[in-house]
Nanobody, 124 residues
Framework: QVQLVESGGGLVRPGGSLRLSCVVS????????MGWFRQVLGEERELVAT???????KYQSDVRGRFTISWDNAKNTVYLQMNSLKPEDTAVYYC??????????????????WGQGTQVTVSS
């Protein structure tokens, strides 16, 4: 069983930055893909960024150039560095571990391994 705990959310002004963390624990030996998702109340959870099994990042077009996903093996933690934040980035952010990455299409299919989420609010 895999446990995921997100942290690092908060309230920031437009143009500001946050770094989200997701600590992975439990049966992590088979985990080789990670994803960050976000969800606004009443809307679908959407993919933000992924790491494939070779630690290659991919980004949703709305965040490309502003967000960076990375994995720290020593800390079993995946990060989402968010820069140049916009009000439309406001959402609850979730990490997902062990999803299926389609190398042909670049799509990430979420597993059932989710964290509890961390709120990001971008407002002036």
């Amino acid at each position: 069983q895999v446990q995921l705990v997100e942290s690092g959310g908060g309230l920031v002004r437009p143009g500001g930055s946050l770094r989200l963390s997701c600590v992975v624990s439990g049966s992590i030996g088979s985990i080789n893909t990670m994803g960050w998702f976000r969800q606004v109340l009443g809307e679908e959870r959407e993919l933000v960024a992924t790491l494939d099994s070779e630690d290659r990042p991919k980004y949703q077009s709305d965040v490309r150039g502003r967000f960076t996903i990375s994995w720290d093996n020593a800390k079993n933690t995946v990060y989402l560095q968010m820069n140049s934040l916009k009000p439309e980035d406001t959402a609850v952010y979730y990490c997902n571990a062990g999803g299926t990455y389609n190398s042909l299409t670049g799509s990430y299919y979420a597993s059932t391994n989710w964290g509890q989420g961390t709120q990001v609010t971008v407002s002036s």
